[in-house]
């Protein structure tokens, strides 16, 4: 916010309060930041920008001596929140160097003394940012190092939880400074590490994958040893050991940080490319893990498949591998129900009635994957799955198919099309789809006519007077308005997209055009 903003009196109000020894002005302030009612958040929130611009070492101390001393939890922890809110790099270098030395001995006191886990994790994160502004000044911050090493080889879970939490959360800049300072103590370190991704508390082995892509560049430099091979063995082990237990949001934040890694440091993966593949599949292929989860995996590896250093390998998976990438991919499609609101035509959500988020990812999922492989690489086994689910007696695989279907054929159309039997049998399918039993799979079919691809392009040129037979038979064939409703579009579109010239041919041309006034 700009000067200007701020009047005098706002100032003057905000050194007082900042001045204060009275901490009940701050606990009104944290009410009105932390509640929803409206104008005073709006205004305790423009009176903290306003102590930022103006006294940031005031609000910096205050703030600390509050997380420092406040016998109340809430407190503590809402002074750490908007502490990290207002942002470290901005105000820590506004304080003099008296009182930044004194903040670096009793932070490290805090990390000690603090009870509430989550107040603890959100000093700690501070904590990082302050070694960082240090590092940025030119200076070091030795007591912090020393901190570290003693608290992760403790016994007392909770001061090894602390330092694991610092490492985690080291910013990207400041990671390779604690990297060179932690280098005489690496073999101490990896066994810690080790210890912590094996542990049996939850939080702290998921922590100590945050730990290992913080440290990454500390495990990848020795030449002698290759320490990341253990780690990430270990990692993979961990999280099959949550998923066993049933500890699905903590294996999700374990795979969250397997995607850090690879976005970070990608090339390092290489080696361990297909073993990784093959471990999550084993993943997304178990039943008993949720959907929510398998999500996760996905986007490990549509984010494998698509960076740049590890996109040739992916491209280079043995041909059952892909298969089963494909076949896990297409399990996400048949989270799809029936929903009763798709029979209203007054519905606002139409089509997607019925379609949930999983669903939805599952088709995103599919389109970035099948750009990242390739369409020589993925549409003869797309192809293959399209069949074997038209074929199925549940109208949910057979509208995956569909769904299937309409993704290769935004991405590999003109490959499609110079496939005749494959140009072919996608025509008898859809056409013969216009009168599946299930209506959702007909709108489907429907919908996949109306896509601007070459793929339809070519269906319309070639067999336009069987397209024409098929949803004229369509409009009259079904009885439910929504999919009634649903054939008029379709039509529509091939008698736009097809010279009026080769329509003609069609003996009842005149009679469709006349359902087709009728039913708009």
Known sequence: MMEAEFPEELQTKAYGILSSNDVELLET?????????????????????????????????????????????????????????????????????????????????????????????????????????????????????????????????????????????????????????????????????????????????????????????????????????????????????????????YARRAVNELIMLVLDEPQILKPYLNHLVLDMLNVLECKQVTDKTKLFVDKFLLAMAETTDLAPMMRELPHETTVRLLTTAMQLLLSIKDDNAWYNTESELGENDGKMDVYKAGILFLKKLSTALGEKRILPICFELFLEHMEADEWKKRHAGISLLAVIAEECSDEMVMRKDCLDQVTEIILKSFGDPHPRVCLAAFNFMQQPTNLVQAMQILYHLRIVCALDAALDQHRNPTAKEQVVSPLKYLLNNVHSDSLRMHTDLDTILWKLQSES
């Open 29 to 249: 302030l944290y009410s009105h930041l932390f509640g929803s009612q409206e104008p005073q958040r709006s205004q305790a929130y423009t009176f903290l920008h306003c102590c930022k611009k103006h006294f940031p070492h005031l609000l910096f101390i205050k703030l600390f001596f509050l997380i420092r001393c406040s016998p109340v939890s809430d407190n503590r922890s809402r002074s750490a929140l908007v502490l990290r809110y207002v942002k470290v790099c901005d105000l820590w270098p506004k304080l003099s160097l008296i009182a930044q030395n004194y903040i670096k001995s009793h932070i490290l006191v805090c990390l000690q003394e603090e009870v509430s886990m989550p107040t603890l994790r959100l000093i700690c994160g501070i904590v990082s940012e302050m070694g960082s502004e240090i590092s940025k000044a030119g200076s070091e911050w030795p007591e912090l190092i020393e901190f570290l090493l003693n608290s992760i080889q403790s016994d007392y879970e909770k001061l090894q939880q602390s330092a694991l939490w610092v490492l985690a959360y080291l910013p990207k800049g400041f990671r390779p400074v604690v990297c060179e300072a932690l280098v005489p103590s690496l073999e101490l370190l990896h066994s810690a590490i080790l210890q912590a991704l094996s542990s049996p508390n939850a939080d702290i082995q998921v922590t100590a994958f945050g730990v290992v892509v913080s440290l990454i560049g500390l495990f990848t430099s020795s030449k002698e040893r290759n320490w990341f091979n253990d780690l990430l063995r270990a990692m993979m082990v961990g999280l099959f050991n949550l998923l066993s237990h049933l500890k699905e949001e």
